[in-house]
């Protein structure tokens, strides 16, 4: 079966395995398994093999103080830049762009001696729930490929299920890493918006745009977030105060905690299935010793339309560098404004042009207080009431996704497919930490499990999702394309 | 008819109602929000770029945080509020100029409000309001193969300027003609000199202005139709912009018609305005916080440390060197016109140069020489120090004043210790009482129909007296004491 990171760890100081060997079984994996899923747009052979030669060295020099990521290979969402390697935003418009700059947190990774394999397919720059958006064609979900995996982190999510890599890292703006975790049964972290910086992640909606891991295991996602967190001077939005252990209190267990469920998680549009496998979920953490109690988040409702606000305003104006001047695709016309239109009508998918309209329409003149400051009041009290229930409990536990995942193609309306966001969204307006963990099957597909905590406390979500994980067995079952590779 | 005769028959009827908005570069080191130099005039192009203020994808901005004290020092300056909170907002337009299409600038939330400025203005004190000074980013350069972007066949962009710190310092509409919007400008642009914070270089663009006017039938509450007024590259050209934009709007609220809101282009060449764009083209800037920068909360400690770097601003000089150094109100303005000026005269007094004698000099000959050689006394040969020593051999009569300034425009160029050449050269005054005795009674001696006619009571006979001893001394005589002989000479017989 396919290694977490801390087993690699090990295996790589006792000798039994090397960075050279990990990355040429990565790479034989990804060359069977990625024709059926996808979840590739570039594979970094050449860049792979410097960091695994690097990361030989940094393991043979310092085996004790070389970190627990050397010489382990992984992926990256193809939103994050890497200097001189493609980065498209799974969109035509960056096809060719070769960023000449790293980003922090992936910099970071590849300080710790990480060995990256390559960039990930994604919704075009990060819009969709399905990863149905690329325009590079769908991905694959391992564990039913007639399925999406989930988006707009699918690929990410694909290749940590398909056991390619142990671990990727995604970006999560409204549930983009805990949805498709949930519909691929890996382990996916939203850390506190502010905790990973985000320079060098192709924004989409900067306010909620965060960074975060895919992995197998609870233990595997507190390793890499550790390593990526932390103020960054490149982005002022980072927060300065120092990053806890999340390692220190892992196995400190739930017992005298409180949690809570929000009833409002579990409408009417929760699947029957979906809702048996979390609410099993609860008694389990409840037999670890926490007590449960419902909470009320009533502004749940109202979350998803002030959302569809926000992040489409922040979208229009993010988007508006790709004006094809100076980078990306150009479309060669006589005047500039026919230049702009054309660029932007060939270089943009349906749904990136849904978004950018809408939010060209919440912030325009006479429209601007009804919509966008409007969402902004609702937003903050979406915040206020986690703060309220939070004061109440220690962390909430409820479904991720309100669905298992779906068939290809099955949702062509918009609206259903926002719905996919509606219980991971209000997290991200309102900044808190949240993770998804495998919690059960249902017809063979996996469900996931969500906890969040207040903001900073994002060693208490990575805790708790460890005491639940330890207590059960649902992360140890593999999808068909990693069992294969066993 | 011309300008000079129609404005006045204008101000008459209507009340001119002007507003003056000032963009100005600030003198930081780095641009607004990444490492890159700010200076854009010495750098081939596009050299001072990186991923940040070329607009790649993902990159974020971090604020300059020189820009904000130098915006904070501004304000105090023009004696504005500075909220203990500000924020930096998107402005979203499309242009090749603009690589994010938006400029970070400030909306409602502006770093400073609630100012005013004070100037002079045909004898007169007038105040105008300042309502806001913000913080932004300047953009690009375009140069087009053609005269507009529009019907050029290429254009070229150079993002060397893109994200130098600029600040927008809007004042109230409360000029009301032309010369006072000129001398609005004029002390600005002194002030923000002054204080360091900008080089006042209107040609080059580090200081621009865009004017807002309108006029009214005098005795009438509401604005009229407002016009802005661009492409305005000199003081000169504000007020010419603005004369003809009165001379025009007058015309046609004369004639019964009415004006359109709308932008116009000064075009200097024709000496006219001409419509750029109408109040329905406007863009609608779609404004929203950054989400990318936190707030700024300035508290009241910050804005105190910011006031202590305040130097005397130039009015306050003025009146100082009026009262300590007994100076004119005119030659206190004079000297105290650009700080360097101020600080030159402070040094030549402080190195023991008489006030009046330094006042005389600087704002003379000194003037004249920077002037001819486009070179400031700083920065010539003889420098502030030299000059020092030079007025000093002037005080103590050691020189004549002829003497003094040939050695001045000398120096000025080819520098060299006064001192020095005045000892080696011989050029020491000759003013020994008897020595000069001597030489007057031979001048008087070699010219009898000149001393015979200075008896008669013509006093400019005098003059050639007076030469003739100038001759006998190669320049170098006491001349005040060579009148002096001389009278007292011609007068005995
Ligand atoms: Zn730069």
Same mark, same amino acid.
């Given at each position: 079966?396919p290694?977490?990171i801390?087993?690699?760890?090990?295996?790589?100081?006792?000798?039994?395995?090397?960075?050279?060997?990990?990355?040429?079984? %990565?790479?034989?994996?990804?060359?069977?398994?990625?024709?059926?899923?996808?979840?590739?747009?570039?594979?970094t052979?050449?860049?792979?093999?410097?960091?695994? #030669?690097?990361?030989?060295?940094?393991?043979?020099?310092?085996?004790?103080?070389?970190?627990?990521?050397?010489?382990?290979?992984?992926?990256?969402?193809?939103?994050? +830049?890497v200097?001189?390697?493609?980065?498209?935003?799974?969109?035509?418009?960056?096809?060719g762009?070769?960023?000449?700059?790293?980003g922090? %947190?992936?910099?970071?990774? =590849?300080?710790?001696?990480?060995?990256?394999i390559?960039?990930?397919?994604?919704?075009?720059?990060?819009?969709?729930?399905?990863?149905?958006?690329?325009?590079?064609?769908?991905?694959?979900?391992?564990?039913?490929?007639?399925?999406?995996p989930?988006?707009?982190?699918?690929?990410?999510?694909?290749?940590?299920?398909?056991?390619?890599?142990p671990?990727?890292?995604?970006?999560?703006t409204?549930?983009?890493?805990?949805?498709?975790?949930?519909?691929?049964?890996?382990?996916?972290f939203?850390?506190?918006?502010?905790?990973?910086?985000?320079?060098?992640?192709?924004?989409?909606?900067?306010?909620?745009?965060?960074?975060?891991?895919?992995?197998?295991?609870?233990?595997? +996602?507190?390793?890499?977030?550790?390593?990526?967190?932390? $103020?960054?001077?490149?982005?002022?939005?980072?927060?300065?105060? #120092?990053?806890?252990?999340?390692?220190?209190s892992?196995?400190?267990?739930?017992a005298?905690?409180?949690?809570?469920?929000?009833?409002? @998680?579990?409408?009417?549009?929760t699947?029957?299935?979906?809702?048996?496998?979390?609410? #099993? %979920?609860?008694?389990v953490?409840?037999?670890?010793?926490?007590?449960?109690?419902?909470?009320?988040?009533?502004?749940?409702?109202? %979350?998803?339309?002030?959302?569809?606000?926000?992040?489409?305003?922040? +979208?229009?104006s993010?988007?508006?560098?790709y004006?094809?001047?100076?980078f990306g695709?150009?479309?060669?016309?006589?005047?500039?404004?026919?230049?702009?239109?054309?660029?932007?009508?060939?270089g943009?998918?349906?749904?990136?042009?849904r978004?950018?309209?809408?939010?060209?329409y919440?912030?325009?003149?006479? @429209?601007?207080d009804?919509? @966008?400051?409007?969402?902004?009041?609702?937003?903050?009290?979406?915040?206020q009431?986690?703060?309220?229930?939070?004061?109440?409990?220690?962390?909430?536990? +409820?479904?991720?996704?309100?669905?298992?995942?779906?068939?290809?193609?099955?949702?062509?309306?918009?609206?259903?497919?926002?719905?996919?966001?509606?219980?991971?969204?209000?997290?991200?307006?309102a900044?808190?930490?949240?993770?998804?963990?495998?919690?059960? =099957?249902?017809?063979?597909?996996?469900?996931?499990?969500?906890?969040?905590?207040?903001?900073f406390?994002?060693?208490?979500?990575?805790?708790?999702? $460890?005491?639940?994980?330890?207590?059960?067995s =649902?992360?140890?079952?593999?999808?068909?394309y990693?069992?294969?590779?066993? | 008819m *011309?300008?000079?005769?129609t404005?006045?028959?204008a101000?008459?009827?209507?009340?001119?109602?002007?507003?003056?908005?000032?963009?100005?570069?600030?003198? *930081?080191?780095?641009?607004?929000?990444?490492?890159?130099?700010?200076?854009?005039?010495?750098?081939?192009?596009?050299?001072? *770029?990186?991923?940040?203020?070329?607009?790649?994808?993902?990159v974020?901005?971090?604020?300059n945080?020189?820009?904000?004290e130098? *915006?904070?020092?501004?304000a105090l300056?023009?004696?504005?509020?500075?909220?203990?909170?500000?924020?930096?907002?998107?402005?979203?337009?499309?242009?090749?100029?603009?690589?994010?299409?938006?400029?970070?600038?400030?909306?409602?939330?502006?770093?400073?409000?609630?100012?005013?400025?004070?100037f002079?203005?045909?004898?007169?004190?007038?105040?105008?309001?300042?309502?806001?000074?913000?913080?932004e980013?300047? /953009?690009?350069t375009?140069?087009?193969?053609?005269?507009?972007?529009?019907s050029?066949?290429?254009?070229?962009?150079?993002?060397n300027?893109?994200?130098?710190?600029?600040?927008?310092?809007?004042?109230?509409?409360?000029?009301?003609?032309?010369e006072?919007?000129r &001398?609005?400008?004029?002390?600005?642009?002194?002030?923000?000199?002054?204080?360091?914070?900008n080089?006042?270089?209107?040609?080059?663009?580090?200081?621009r202005?865009?004017?807002?006017?309108?006029?009214?039938?005098?005795?009438?509450q509401?604005?009229?139709?407002?016009?802005?007024?661009?492409?305005?590259?000199?003081?000169?050209?504000?007020?010419?912009?603005?004369?003809?934009?009165?001379?025009?709007?007058?015309?046609?609220?004369?004639?019964?018609? /009415?004006l359109?809101?709308?932008?116009?282009?000064?075009?200097?060449?024709?000496?006219?305005?001409?419509s750029?764009?109408?109040?329905?083209?406007?863009?609608?800037?779609?404004?929203?916080?950054?989400?990318?920068?936190?707030?700024?909360?300035?508290?009241a400690?910050?804005?105190?440390?910011v006031?202590a770097?305040l130097?005397?601003?130039?009015?306050?000089?003025?009146?100082?060197?009026?009262?300590?150094?007994?100076?004119?109100?005119?030659?206190?303005?004079?000297?105290t016109?650009t700080?360097?000026?101020?600080?030159?005269?402070?040094?030549?007094?402080?190195?023991?140069?008489?006030?009046?004698?330094?006042?005389?000099?600087?704002?003379?000959?000194?003037?004249?020489?920077?002037n &001819?050689?486009?070179?400031?006394?700083?920065?010539?040969?003889?420098?502030?120090?030299?000059?020092?020593?030079?007025l000093?051999?002037?005080?103590?009569?050691?020189?004549?004043?002829?003497?003094?300034? &040939?050695?001045?425009?000398?120096?000025?160029?080819?520098?060299?210790?006064? &001192?020095?050449?005045?000892?080696?050269?011989?050029?020491?005054?000759?003013?020994?009482?008897?020595?000069? /005795?001597?030489l007057?009674?031979?001048a008087?001696?070699?010219?009898?129909?000149?001393?015979?006619?200075?008896?008669?009571?013509?006093?400019?006979?005098l003059?050639q007296?007076?030469?003739s001893?100038?001759?006998?001394?190669?320049?170098?005589?006491?001349?005040?004491?060579?009148?002096r002989?001389l009278?007292?000479?011609?007068?005995?017989?």
């Amino acid at each position: 079966m396919p290694r977490t990171i801390s087993e690699l760890g090990i295996a790589l100081r006792d000798g039994s395995t090397t960075p050279r060997a990990l990355l040429a079984e %990565a790479l034989a994996h990804v060359e069977r398994s990625d024709k059926d899923l996808n979840a590739y747009l570039t594979v970094t052979r050449e860049l792979a093999e410097q960091q695994a #030669a690097a990361a030989v060295h940094m393991l043979e020099d310092h085996p004790e103080t070389a970190s627990p990521l050397c010489g382990i290979p992984m992926a990256l969402k193809d939103v994050l +830049c890497v200097d001189g390697i493609e980065t498209t935003a799974g969109s035509k418009m960056l096809r060719g762009f070769k960023p000449p700059y790293t980003g922090t %947190a992936v910099q970071r990774l =590849f300080d710790a001696g990480a060995v990256c394999i390559g960039k990930t397919n994604c919704d075009e720059f990060a819009m969709g729930s399905s990863t149905e958006n690329s325009a590079y064609g769908p991905v694959g979900n391992p564990w039913d490929i007639e399925r999406v995996p989930g988006g707009s982190s699918g690929g990410s999510a694909a290749t940590v299920a398909a056991g390619s890599v142990p671990y990727s890292l995604g970006t999560d703006t409204g549930g983009s890493i805990r949805q498709p975790a949930a519909l691929s049964g890996v382990v996916g972290f939203k850390p506190t918006y502010g905790r990973i910086s985000r320079y060098g992640l192709i924004a989409f909606a900067s306010s909620l745009d965060q960074i975060g891991p895919f992995t197998r295991t609870v233990e595997d +996602c507190a390793l890499v977030y550790s390593a990526i967190a932390g $103020h960054d001077p490149r982005d002022s939005t980072s927060d300065p105060r #120092a990053v806890d252990d999340p390692l220190a209190s892992l196995r400190a267990g739930v017992a005298g905690m409180r949690l809570g469920i929000p009833r409002e @998680y579990l409408g009417e549009g929760t699947e029957p299935g979906v809702r048996a496998a979390v609410e #099993a %979920a609860f008694r389990v953490l409840e037999a670890q010793g926490a007590t449960l109690q419902d909470v009320s988040l009533p502004s749940t409702d109202v %979350a998803l339309s002030v959302y569809y606000i926000i992040a489409p305003a922040e +979208c229009s104006s993010n988007l508006a560098r790709y004006d094809g001047v100076r980078f990306g695709n150009r479309v060669e016309r006589a005047s500039l404004t026919d230049m702009y239109l054309q660029t932007r009508e060939a270089g943009f998918g349906n749904e990136v042009k849904r978004r950018i309209m809408l939010g060209t329409y919440a912030l325009s003149s006479g @429209y601007y207080d009804a919509y @966008y400051r409007q969402a902004q009041k609702v937003r903050t009290l979406v915040s206020q009431e986690f703060d309220g229930v939070f004061k109440e409990v220690d962390a909430i536990v +409820c479904p991720t996704s309100p669905s298992v995942a779906f068939p290809m193609g099955s949702r062509d309306d918009p609206l259903s497919m926002y719905m996919c966001d509606v219980v991971t969204l209000p997290a991200n307006l309102a900044g808190v930490p949240g993770i998804s963990v495998p919690c059960g =099957f249902v017809d063979g597909l996996p469900v996931g499990l969500q906890v969040i905590a207040p903001r900073f406390e994002d060693s208490r979500v990575l805790r708790v999702a $460890h005491a639940y994980e330890q207590a059960t067995s =649902f992360h140890t079952v593999l999808s068909p394309y990693a069992s294969e590779a066993a | 008819m *011309t300008e000079a005769a129609t404005i006045p028959s204008a101000l008459d009827r209507y009340e001119v109602v002007i507003g003056l908005e000032v963009h100005a570069q600030l003198l *930081t080191r780095s641009k607004m929000f990444c490492p890159c130099p700010a200076d854009y005039t010495s750098a081939a192009p596009n050299e001072n *770029t990186c991923p940040v203020c070329l607009g790649l994808p993902g990159v974020l901005p971090v604020i300059n945080q020189q820009a904000v004290e130098y *915006t904070v020092r501004t304000a105090l300056a023009l004696h504005c509020d500075i909220p203990p909170f500000t924020k930096f907002d998107r402005k979203n337009y499309f242009y090749p100029d603009l690589p994010k299409g938006y400029q970070i600038s400030q909306y409602d939330l502006p770093l400073s409000i609630n100012g005013h400025l004070e100037f002079p203005v045909g004898g007169e004190t007038v105040r105008c309001g300042i309502t806001r000074v913000h913080l932004e980013e300047d /953009t690009g350069t375009m140069h087009h193969a053609g005269d507009v972007l529009q019907s050029a066949m290429s254009s070229l962009i150079d993002l060397n300027r893109c994200g130098v710190p600029l600040m927008e310092i809007v004042g109230e509409p409360d000029l009301r003609a032309p010369e006072a919007a000129r &001398e609005y400008l004029v002390r600005l642009r002194q002030i923000l000199t002054y204080i360091g914070v900008n080089d006042g270089n209107l040609e080059q663009g580090s200081f621009r202005c865009d004017a807002n006017i309108s006029l009214r039938p005098r005795g009438a509450q509401e604005l009229g139709v407002k016009v802005e007024v661009k492409n305005m590259n000199s003081f000169r050209a504000v007020q010419r912009a603005l004369e003809s934009e009165i001379e025009r709007q007058t015309s046609v609220l004369d004639a019964g018609g /009415t004006l359109v809101q709308e932008t116009r282009g000064w075009v200097e060449a024709h000496g006219r305005t001409i419509s750029q764009r109408s109040k329905e083209q406007a863009h609608d800037y779609r404004y929203f916080p950054e989400p990318d920068l936190p707030p700024l909360r300035l508290d009241a400690a910050f804005v105190e440390r910011v006031r202590a770097t305040l130097p005397e601003l130039p009015e306050a000089r003025a009146h100082r060197f009026q009262e300590q150094y007994g100076l004119t109100a005119y030659d206190a303005a004079v000297l105290t016109d650009t700080r360097e000026e101020a600080d030159t005269y402070e040094a030549l007094v402080g190195a023991g140069v008489p006030a009046k004698l330094a006042a005389n000099w600087q704002s003379g000959d000194v003037a004249a020489l920077a002037n &001819e050689h486009r070179m400031p006394l700083q920065h010539s040969g003889l420098g502030v120090e030299g000059l020092a020593s030079l007025l000093r051999l002037v005080d103590s009569g050691a020189i004549n004043g002829p003497t003094a300034k &040939e050695l001045l425009a000398e120096l000025y160029v080819a520098g060299g210790n006064p &001192e020095a050449l005045v000892r080696d050269r011989g050029l020491a005054q000759v003013s020994d009482t008897a020595e000069l /005795t001597a030489l007057v009674d031979a001048a008087i001696a070699a010219n009898p129909a000149a001393a015979a006619d200075f008896r008669a009571g013509k006093q400019q006979a005098l003059g050639q007296l007076m030469r003739s001893v100038k001759e006998a001394t190669g320049g170098k005589a006491d001349m005040p004491l060579v009148n002096r002989l001389l009278r007292d000479r011609l007068s005995e017989q």
